[in-house]
């Protein structure tokens, strides 16, 4: 006869053993990162979106580099920009990379860390005699330009003035600059500098281009967050935590060597 005392041992080894064998079976909880939803502008060589390219893009690798450190994923649709800003107002997007301007903070909150540096120059042929120092050089010249396309509040108006009396050539693909350049339906447009020349260099034009140094905007770039979004209970702990992501980058060279795949300076 076992005594009793064998017994509780025995049923209480049998227990633990139960227990045991249950937490060593039961596969491990795995914290699922949450995915935002990122505008993809058409905007080589930082975004590719609404195109066919290999390289992701410089913008997209700096957010999937540095997103997962906030617990987070991203996944990137392309709209229109009219769309895009009526989305980030809505919190249908969740993330968009902005210049700084004033107004913008009624529907986005900034980072405090920029990601690039962009400059708006006018484009012309190689071999014309086009010089501009000043907006009043535009007037005698057709003028291309992208719908929705930002450009300074001084730059801004004039394209709108322009567009007023019907002296405005305006496109909604921004490959089609080059094209109209080229076929002399244009005289000038105006991008930014290493988007013209990505462009220009995968349609083998870069020859047959100028950019001029006349400079109608230069502005740094940030990561900006809605504020209908309801997807980001803690919005400045997400933008802080990419900020200090990217200056680490910096730091130890990953940011340079993604920059340099694009051609950005």
């Not at 060589?45 to 580099?65: K, S, V």
């Amino acid at each position: 006869m076992v005594p009793d005392f064998m017994l509780k041992i025995e049923t209480r080894t049998l227990v633990l053993s139960l227990i045991f064998t249950f937490f060593s079976t039961v596969a491990p909880v795995v914290a699922v990162a949450q995915e935002l939803i990122v505008i993809e502008n058409d905007w080589p060589p930082y975004y590719f979106g609404n195109t066919t390219n290999p390289q992701a893009g410089f913008a997209r690798e700096l957010l999937d580099a540095c997103l997962p450190d906030a617990g987070y994923t991203a996944e990137y649709r392309f709209y229109p920009v009219k769309r895009m800003y009526s989305y980030l107002r809505k919190g249908l997007l969740d993330i968009a990379i902005f210049s700084y301007r004033k107004d913008r903070e009624e529907m986005v909150i900034y980072g405090r860390e920029p990601i690039f540096t962009s400059s708006y120059r006018p484009v012309v042929l190689k071999g014309s005699a086009i010089c501009i120092d000043s907006l009043r050089d535009f007037d005698s010249l057709r003028l291309g330009h992208l719908a929705g396309l930002r450009y300074s509040a001084e730059f801004q108006e004039y394209v709108q003035k322009r567009e007023a009396a019907g002296r405005l050539v305006t496109i909604t693909d921004g490959r089609d600059y080059l094209k109209l350049l080229l076929e002399g339906i244009i005289d000038v447009f105006v991008d930014t500098r290493a988007t013209t020349l990505w462009r220009a260099s995968r349609m083998g034009v870069t020859e047959n281009i100028r950019i001029l140094g006349f400079d109608i905007k230069t502005s740094d770039y940030y990561v900006t967050v809605s504020k209908a979004s309801p997807r980001l209970e803690h919005p400045r702990v997400l933008l802080d935590t990419l900020d200090s992501c990217f200056a680490a980058m910096k730091e130890n060279g990953k940011f340079d060597s993604i920059a340099k795949k694009y051609g950005i300076d």
